[in-house]
């Protein structure tokens, strides 16, 4: 396979939380269950499931991931937006300033969160010595083509590097409807000139 194609994983609408929001939704010294370890090393879809109450609408059964982060984090696609009556940014995963205010229920409680709701940005994930053979840096932009019957170019994605990240590219649902793709789909990395 050519060093500039890159595997697709599609990311469907879910959540990253901290252990005190856990703790809030599901009870006192809660822990995430795994329900399916997830490409990234140590990144896993857990057995939990929260709703997500917007101004317009609920949206029930969103997928918690873990292991628990330092700040609580929900992923959505535009199309979610439309229905929870939301207008969030799209962000690199992280970047919390100036993202959405949302409130989270659980079985045994709820939060709102100040921020953090985010449209995720389009990324792809490499080692460094992936970046280093495809001549690109951790935060530079490529551009990536899909094939088939509705080919598509993806401009401003985003490449991480990191020692223990899994060759892959993530788009959210949305976008992976538009070029009819699906996890293990194949693209091809363009570099920006």
């Given at each position: 396979?050519?060093?500039?194609?890159?595997?697709?994983?599609?990311?469907?609408?879910?959540?990253?939380?901290?252990?005190?929001?856990?703790?809030?939704?599901?009870?006192?010294?809660?822990?995430?269950?795994?329900?399916?370890?997830?490409?990234?090393?140590?990144?896993?879809?857990?057995?939990?499931?929260?709703?997500?109450?917007?101004?317009k609408a609920a949206m029930a059964n969103v997928r918690i991931l873990g292991p628990c982060r330092k700040r609580t984090q929900v992923e959505v696609s535009r199309t979610d937006c439309f229905q929870l009556g939301l207008n969030p940014p799209v962000k690199d995963s992280g970047d919390l300033d100036g993202s959405e205010s949302?409130?989270?229920?659980?079985?045994?409680?709820?939060?709102?969160?100040?921020?953090?709701?985010?449209?995720?940005?389009?990324?792809?994930?490499?080692?460094?010595?992936?970046?280093?053979?495809?001549?690109?840096?951790?935060?530079?932009?490529?551009?990536?083509?899909?094939t088939g019957e509705r080919a598509l170019i993806f401009d401003e994605v985003l490449v991480r590097v990191h020692p223990t990240f899994t060759w892959e590219m993530h788009i959210d649902t949305d976008e992976a409807n538009a070029a009819s793709l699906r996890n293990g789909s194949l693209v091809t990395i363009i570099k920006k000139s």
């Open positions: 396979m050519s060093k500039n194609v890159v595997p697709v994983g599609v990311s469907s609408r879910h959540l990253h939380v901290t252990q005190d929001d856990l703790e809030a939704l599901f009870g006192k010294g809660y822990e995430l269950a795994v329900k399916k370890d997830l490409s990234q090393k140590g990144q896993f879809a857990a057995e939990e499931t929260v709703t997500l109450v917007g101004p949302i409130k989270i229920v659980g079985p045994k409680g709820e939060v709102t969160i100040p921020a953090g709701v985010i449209l995720a940005k389009r990324h792809i994930h490499m080692t460094p010595e992936e970046a280093e053979q495809l001549g690109v840096g951790d935060r530079d932009i490529v551009m990536v083509q899909t």
